[in-house]
């Protein structure tokens, strides 16, 4: 069976996204780790065998195998892929290198901005991880749903070190999940990041009944936002034009599996943030970032009126149809 003769990997990190990865890695042989902070998610899967929280319905393959404690889960393991919310990335890394003592090879698939720092994902892995450490970023259109399915995606994966892409490309490429490289981390990163704060936008114009001219508007001025944004912090254009960029973009703003989207829907709907948050019932990461996004652009003098207009609204400081309509 594929997968068999790799090392085992530990995925911090249950949510929908986490235990979709995790399942699509331990589907092809691979012996797969799950952790999670929150130990009853952890008990709740070794009952159910499945993750009936996020992805009912996916009974757990018997290499996937969910462990409550950090220390067993890391033990033996030199390979880590990050699913946790942005919220809690640096914890995360700084309690796993406490345990490690061996090199470590880090995917992020987790998207946002540290809140303390204000900093991408990828310095706050700069500021924790070893210089004998290896990092990667995932990112692109790929909904949890939809993998834990089996359905096709495709994604990028981002390093700067070529023999560690290399072997994620053995580790993640089948034709059901292909595998596009790139060494821009820092793109590939703020496209991941910013896009959740546009389809809050573009959920707020939807939900409004504003149409299709305004969607299509909100999207292409969202893409030249994370170009402006991104070039600026060191990403490369043709990045943006890529699945990490404009792909992800398309795919959160115009499907409703996106929280982002959704919580775009119900504020243009007339539900309070509180109400559309609770609808929803999981991290709404752009809803986490947005602010972020908009101070990490001021530091560095990119206007970003799409991202200026979400925040605002998510603050209570504008009128959500007055603020989506000067947009335009």
């Known amino acids: 069976m594929e997968g068999q003769s790799l090392k085992p990997i530990a995925v911090l990190g249950a949510g929908s996204w986490g235990t ?20 009853a998610e952890i008990e709740a ?3 159910d065998k499945a993750n009936n929280r996020y992805l009912p319905g996916h009974t757990l393959p018997d290499t996937l195998h969910p462990i409550a404690d950090l220390a067993e889960t890391l033990n033996g393991i030199d390979e880590v892929l990050v699913v946790v919310p942005s919220v809690g990335f640096r914890t995360t890394l700084t309690n796993m290198k406490a345990i490690t003592k061996t090199p470590m090879r880090v995917i992020c698939a987790t998207k946002g901005i540290d809140t303390k720092t ?30 834990a399915a089996g359905l096709p995606a495709a994604v990028v994966i981002a390093s700067e070190h070529d023999d560690f892409l290399a072997h994620l490309v053995k580790r ?13 981390i820092i793109g590939v990163e703020t496209g991941g990041v910013v896009k959740n704060v546009i389809a809050i936008a573009t959920g707020i ?29 060191g990403g490369k254009q043709e990045t943006f034009m890529g699945l990490s960029g404009l792909g992800d973009l398309i795919l959160t703003c115009s499907d409703d599996l996106s929280r982002n989207r959704r919580l775009g829907l119900g504020i243009g709907r007339g539900q309070s943030i509180e109400q559309a948050e609770k609808a929803i019932g999981q991290v709404v990461e752009g809803k986490r970032n947005a602010e972020l996004v908009v101070h990490l652009a001021e530091r560095h003098g990119i206007k970003m009126p799409i991202c200026e207009t979400v925040w605002s609204i998510l603050q209570g400081k504008a009128d959500v149809k007055k603020a989506i309509e000067q947009m335009f």
């Open 20 to 39: 979709a990865l995790a399942l699509y890695l331990s589907r092809r042989g691979q012996t797969v780790r799950i952790w999670s902070i929150e130990t």
């Open 172 to 184: 993640f490429d089948s034709p059901l999940f292909r595998i596009d490289t790139s060494k821009d």
């Open 118 to 147: 204000g900093e991408l994902l990828s310095q706050v892995a700069t500021d924790v991880l070893s210089k004998d450490d290896q990092f990667a970023v995932l990112s692109g259109p790929s909904f949890a749903k939809e993998v």
């Open 205 to 233: 114009s939807d939900g409004m009944e504003l149409g299709a001219n305004a969607r299509s508007a909100i999207i292409t001025r969202g893409l030249n936002e994370i170009m402006r944004l991104g070039i600026e912090l």
């Open 45 to 47: 899967m070794l009952a």
